[in-house]
């Protein structure tokens, strides 16, 4: 069984920073990429950060472009989020996702609010 968890949310002031964990646990094979993905109320969860596996691309939203940087513990199933300049805007539900050629598996979800 396969278990995906993430942690590091939390409420912080426009232009703060907060950095956000994913860890996978279980039999996970031949992952493609590992990535972040936020849903704000009303609307559809998007793209934010994306990992590929090896020496494969990094994708980011153009609104989080020069602010989020993603990274990967290497050799372990951990990926992170290191979000900068945090924005009202980007206020929403972050859910980490595991890539492979048969099945995407998702977080629980971690709830980052940017207010003053």
């Known amino acids: 069984q396969v278990h995906v968890v993430e942690s590091g949310g939390g409420l912080v002031q426009p232009g703060g920073s907060l950095r956000l964990s994913c860890a996978a646990s279980g039999s996970i094979f031949s992952i493609v990429a590992m990535g972040w993905y936020r849903q704000a109320p009303g609307k559809q969860r998007e793209l934010v950060a994306r990992l590929f596996n090896g020496d494969g691309p990094t994708d980011y939203a153009d609104a989080v472009k020069g602010r989020f940087t993603i990274s990967r513990d290497n050799g372990k199933n951990v990926v992170y989020l290191q979000m900068n300049s945090l924005k009202p805007e980007d206020t929403a539900v972050y859910y980490c996702?595991?890539?492979?050629?048969?099945?995407?598996?998702w977080g629980q979800g971690a709830q980052v609010t940017v207010s003053s």
């Open positions: 996702e595991i890539d492979t050629p048969r099945i995407r598996y």
